[in-house]
């Protein structure tokens, strides 16, 4: 009994955060008000002479007040470029270009059907989530591809769709720093990670290297699948009770013929394709490979076309094959309906450009982040003391910075150094801000894609707004957070390396 008042308390709260969160204006007008905040709060914060000693550049940081001469003009020249320049904008609709010929002519649902029928349903949800954390590989590709398909999956299988895009999106944002691999955003951090220890011990730094996290990040995509797999099944999917919408519900009983020849053709141009973009990639004089290896650019600044290709040759197989697509004007038509779909999402991209660019143009960002790293500095916490309010700052700074290189570049000039004289090595104080950073991206609405997650759930729900999705994500953000908290201090007990000659301790 006490048990299940515990999770009817808690299923209430959540209620409560969605009643409340809804009862917001629409995710529009919200980030149009959040820019006038941020336009009003630049020129109060500028007349208070609100200043900042740069941690990188060494430099004073001031307010720049958009309500000033110089800031007006720069909203109205702005606006055009914040829209096109929002990071998101091109990199959704690019890729949805390849997905929605691919699900628009059959071929997704044809596999669904096909993985349905051969996969224990019991195991899809750990797969599902598996699949987000891997995804990081793909930096973003994650966001706009397994997202939408884990509705689609979970729609297919008779299951709520929400359940399957909030278990999609917590693989994917709230396991970024988890993986198997290396991903592009170890030698990104690992970079800064080794600056800034350099300035202690730069003998020290000289022996660092991008897998200081590697062992942690295995062991990280174990735990948070098995976390997330269980809030999904238990908390969010009762939660969300049976969908009322339109079913969709996929056929258990088998693939026709012509959908099996299409898969197999299907599939046959996907290694081709594979092949093919593969020789741009792996030998040495690959174009898309540059002067360094996999993880560095031009590879990655490549995939949203590339993942455009993965999809848009298969699907015009399939659908070539299936006669679904008869001629160029069909692929037109299903291409024009995919872009015609992302019309709320195109809308909530220009407001939101306008609130990042504003926010990142009056350096009030970077007054955050700095003040809450002169905030921990001035605690005189140790030990796990010290890494809760090191976690605790972290995911707060998150709330309002979404690009994790951003934040650690003007975060780790500060704290690696702090971190070492207390004892912890950088490798472990990396790990810390992985964390942190990973855990509470899916309940900030500033994150750049929580837009895109927005405009996918409406889909299914047009009264999906922040509040629904924040009462979503928050089950995964908590769990995520208290147990990947207790795996890193229990790790730090243990003494294991967490990489490949990364101590947890530094100067021991």
């Known amino acids: 009994m006490e048990t299940t008042a515990k999770k009817s308390w808690f299923l209430r709260s959540l209620d409560w955060v969605e009643k409340i969160g809804n009862k917001l204006p629409h995710p529009v007008t919200l980030f149009f008000i959040f820019a006038g905040f941020i336009v009003i709060a630049s020129a109060i914060a500028s007349a208070m002479g609100v200043t900042v000693e740069d941690p990188i550049a060494g430099e004073t940081l001031e307010i720049f007040n958009l309500l000033s001469k110089d800031g007006v003009q720069y909203m109205f020249e702005s606006a055009v470029d914040n829209f096109i320049g929002f990071a998101p904008l091109g990199t959704v609709l690019v890729t949805m270009l390849g997905i929605g010929l691919a699900e628009r002519s059959g071929l997704i649902s044809a596999a669904l059907k096909a993985l349905v029928t051969s996969v224990p349903k019991q195991l899809i949800t750990a797969a599902l989530v598996f699949g987000g954390i891997m995804s990081s590989m793909a930096a973003d590709a994650g966001y706009v591809v397994l997202t939408p398909l884990g509705a689609v999956l979970f729609a297919g299988l008779g299951r709520h769709p929400l359940a399957g895009l909030a278990a999609a999106f917590a693989g994917v944002s709230g396991g970024f720093s988890a993986n198997l691999l290396l991903t592009s955003l170890d030698p990104l951090l690992g970079d800064l990670t080794i600056q800034a220890a350099a300035t202690v011990n730069p003998e020290y730094a000289a022996q660092m290297t991008?897998?200081?996290?590697?062992?942690?990040?295995?062991?990280?995509?174990?735990?948070?699948?098995?976390?997330?797999?269980?809030?999904?099944?238990?908390?969010?999917?009762?939660?969300?009770?049976?969908?009322?919408?339109?079913?969709?519900?996929?056929?258990?009983t088998g693939l026709k013929s012509i959908e099996k020849r299409g898969l197999w053709a299907a599939l046959v141009a996907l290694i081709a394709t594979s092949a093919l973009l593969s020789l741009l990639v792996v030998p040495s004089w690959g174009p898309l490979r540059g002067d360094g290896t996999l993880l560095e650019a031009p590879f990655f600044q490549a995939l949203v076309p590339v993942l455009l290709i993965f999809f848009f040759v298969p699907g015009l197989v399939y659908g070539i094959v299936t006669k679904e697509i008869k001629n160029d004007k069909d692929v037109a038509n299903q291409l024009s309906d995919t872009m015609a779909s992302m019309g709320t999402y195109i809308l909530l991209a220009f407001a939101a450009g306008q609130f990042v660019s504003y926010f990142n143009h009056t350096n009030l960002g970077k007054v955050i982040s700095v003040k809450g790293a002169d905030f921990?500095?001035?605690?005189?916490?140790?030990?796990?003391?010290?890494?809760?309010?090191?976690?605790?700052?972290?995911?707060?700074?998150n709330l309002f910075i979404g690009s994790a290189s951003a934040k650690w570049a003007i975060m780790a000039p500060i704290f690696v150094p702090i971190m070492m004289h207390?004892?912890?090595?950088?490798?472990?104080?990396?790990?810390?801000?992985?964390?942190?950073?990973?855990?509470?991206?899916?309940?900030?609405?500033?994150?750049?894609?929580?837009?895109?997650?927005?405009?996918?759930?409406?889909?299914?729900?047009r009264k999906v707004g922040i509040g629904t999705l924040i009462a979503t994500m928050l089950p995964y953000?908590?769990?995520?957070?208290?147990?990947?908290?207790?795996?890193?201090?229990?790790?730090?007990?243990?003494?294991?390396?967490?990489?490949?000659?990364?101590?947890?301790?530094?100067?021991?």
């Open 210 to 252: 991008y897998l200081m996290n590697w062992y942690f990040m295995i062991a990280s995509v174990l735990l948070l699948t098995l976390v997330g797999t269980l809030v999904t099944e238990y908390l969010v999917e009762p939660r969300l009770g049976k969908f009322k919408g339109e079913k969709n519900q996929l056929d258990d």
């Open 422 to 461: 207390l004892g912890y090595s950088p490798e472990f104080t990396q790990a810390l801000y992985r964390i942190a950073d990973s855990t509470t991206n899916i309940i900030s609405p500033l994150m750049p894609y929580f837009a895109i997650v927005i405009a996918f759930a409406q889909k299914y729900d």
């Open 477 to 508: 953000a908590i769990a995520f957070s208290i147990m990947w908290t207790l795996m890193i201090i229990i790790w730090m007990a243990t003494g294991f390396d967490l990489g490949p000659n990364a101590p947890i301790f530094y100067g021991k």
């Open 376 to 397: 921990l500095q001035n605690t005189g916490f140790e030990g796990i003391p010290l890494i809760l309010s090191f976690l605790i700052v972290t995911a707060l700074i």
